[in-house]
C-alpha cells in the first residue's frame, strides 16, 4: 500500500485488517517539501508502522530536482500528470519485483485529493503491469482516522505535500483573513 503518511493509513490500515488483509505499507514521496516535512512524516510513519506491527518498505528519493522540473510547466495539473503517477508508479514496479500481486494507497482516503483520477492512475498501472489494483473507497473513515491519529499524537500535516500545495494553503488562509477583514472594516 503505497502510503503518503501516517495519519491517512490509519483507517486504511484498520480497514484492511478488518477484511483479514495485512498490508505492507510502501513510503515513496519525493514530492514532499521542504526535507524537514519529508523527515517529519516519513519518522512519524516509521514509528506509527512499528507500534501497529505492520511492515514497512522505505524508498528514501528525495527528489526535490525532478519534481520541480516535473511540475514547473503545468503546476496547476502537477497531482495528476506527475505526482500520483510517480509515486503509484514506483509503488507498482517495487510490488511487481518483490513478489506482491496487489496494490493500492492511502491516497485514497483524503477527500481532497482527486479520487477519480487516482482510481485512473491505478487501474492503467494495474493494467501495465500484471500486478492487481486493489480499489477501496476509504474516504468513508477520512474523518475517524484523522481522529484516531490525534489521538495518537500522530504528526498532523498541514499540506499535501508539495511546496505548491503549502502555496495554496497559505493563499487559501490569506484570503479569508482579509474576507475577515472586509466584514469587520464593513460592520465599523
Not at 514532499?32 to 508502522?49: F, N, Q, S, V
Not at 498532523?156 to 500545495?165: A, D, E, L, P, V
Request: charged share 30%.
Amino acid at each position: 500500500m503505497h502510503t503518503c503518511c501516517a495519519p491517512c493509513s490509519v483507517y486504511c490500515i484498520d480497514s484492511l485488517r478488518a477484511e483479514k488483509i495485512e498490508p505492507t505499507l510502501f513510503w515513496y514521496n519525493p514530492n514532499i517539501h521542504p526535507y524537514t516535512e519529508y523527515k517529519a512524516r516519513r519518522d512519524c510513519l516509521k514509528d506509527y508502522a512499528e507500534k501497529t506491527k505492520v511492515e514497512l518498505i522505505i524508498d528514501e528519493e528525495y527528489g526535490l530536482d525532478e519534481f520541480c522540473r516535473s511540475v514547473v510547466n503545468d503546476i496547476p495539473n502537477r497531482c495528476v500528470n506527475y505526482c500520483y503517477k510517480k509515486r503509484l508508479t514506483e509503488t507498482v514496479r517495487y510490488a511487481a519485483k518483490h513478489g506482491y500481486d496487489t496494490f493500492t494507497t492511502t491516497l485514497l482516503v483524503s477527500p481532497y485529493q482527486k479520487h477519480e483520477e487516482i482510481i485512473k492512475v491505478c487501474e492503467e498501472l494495474s493494467s501495465l503491469s500484471g500486478v492487481e489494483f486493489l480499489y477501496r473507497d476509504f474516504r468513508v473513515g477520512f474523518r475517524e482516522g484523522q481522529q484516531k491519529a490525534r489521538e495518537a499524537g500522530l504528526y498532523m500535516q498541514k499540506y499535501c505535500g508539495c511546496i505548491f500545495s503549502e502555496e495554496d494553503r497559505y493563499k487559501k488562509q490569506i484570503a479569508k483573513e482579509s474576507a475577515n477583514c472586509q466584514i469587520s472594516k464593513n460592520s465599523i
